[in-house]
Structures are given as structure tokens and as C-alpha cells.
């Protein structure tokens, strides 16, 4: 159910980030996404506030990190395994395997893309029941506007 506003409620504030619309009443604050709403007495919350989400962000990073050198060493084994295995045989020169190795070790670094990555931030709304977070990319247009918001949320909270 869609918290509505009452007559005796003024909008204070609004503001859209990300998959977000947050609405500072009097009375309360509500934050609407297209799956749910949530509505938050003033009372209730003890703080407010924005962070990135670094751990979030260097565990993504590692992950596609790790990724790009599985991938690399699959390439490198896959050129070095059958040139080993023709040298060994006789079939190749140390000169055409040299060739090889280092042909696929530039072909690795040729297709190796640095991942880009988003920044994730998290609204954090604190409340005496427990914390409830937001998280929105960084990168998003309207993210520079939640500043202030927040400044305007931490001002009717005083």
C-alpha cells in the first residue's frame, strides 16, 4: 500500500535518485521505488546520511580482476601446451615456439579490458528499530541532488 499524504502534511522536499523518489513531509520521510514504499515518522529516524559503497565497489573490481587473469592464463596454456608438445616431438624450433609464446601473451593484453565499474552509494536512513539503506549508482545524474535533501532532512530533524 502506497503511503499517501495526509491534509495535515507539508512537502517539504523532494528528490529523485536513482529508482527513487524521496519525499520530506512535516511529519515524515517516504521513500518511493517502483517495487515498494516506505514511509519513515520523523521521530523514528536518528540520522541520515550518504556513503559509497567502497567494499562493495573493491570486491567487484577483484572479482573482474580475477576474471580477465583466468581467462589470460587459459589463452597462454592453450598456445603453450601444443607448441610444448610439437617441440618435444621434433616438429618445431625453439624459434617458432618463442614466437608463439609471446604472440599469445600479446593477444592477452590486446583483448584485456579493464572493467568499468559503477560506484554504488547507499542512502542510510538510521532509526532507533534498525537501519534501512538505499543504494543507487554513483554515476547517476541525479545523485548530486541527495546532498541537499539530506541537508534538508538533517535541518528538519533539529
Known amino acids: ?7 495535515t502534511e507539508n512537502i517539504l522536499a523532494e528528490c529523485i535518485f536513482g529508482a527513487y523518489t524521496a519525499t520530506l513531509t512535516s511529519n515524515r520521510l517516504i521513500i518511493k521505488s517502483a517495487i515498494s514504499d516506505e514511509s ?3 521521530r523514528s529516524i536518528t540520522g541520515i546520511g550518504v556513503y559509497d559503497d567502497v567494499v562493495q565497489y ?3 573490481l577483484k572479482a573482474a580482476k580475477d576474471k580477465n587473469t583466468r581467462k589470460s592464463t587459459t ?3 592453450l598456445g603453450i601446451i601444443p607448441m610444448a608438445i ?3 616431438n621434433g616438429e618445431l624450433t625453439l624459434g617458432m615456439v618463442s614466437f608463439a609464446v609471446f604472440f599469445a601473451i600479446g593477444l592477452t593484453f590486446l583483448f584485456r579490458k579493464t572493467p568499468e565499474l ?5 542512502l542510510k536512513i538510521m532509526q532507533y528499530g534498525g537501519d534501512k539503506t538505499f543504494t543507487f549508482a554513483k554515476t547517476d545524474s541525479e545523485a548530486y541532488k541527495i546532498k541537499g535533501f539530506i541537508e534538508k532532512v538533517t535541518e528538519t530533524l533539529s
Not at 500500500?1 to 491534509?7: A, D, G, T, V, W
Not at 559503477?118 to 547507499?122: I, P
Open 40 to 42: 519513515f515518522p520523523l
Open 1 to 7: 500500500m502506497s503511503p499517501q499524504l495526509k491534509e
Open 118 to 122: 559503477d560506484m554504488q552509494s547507499v
Open 86 to 88: 610439437l617441440l618435444a
Open 58 to 60: 573493491e570486491q567487484s
Open 75 to 77: 589463452i597462454i596454456m
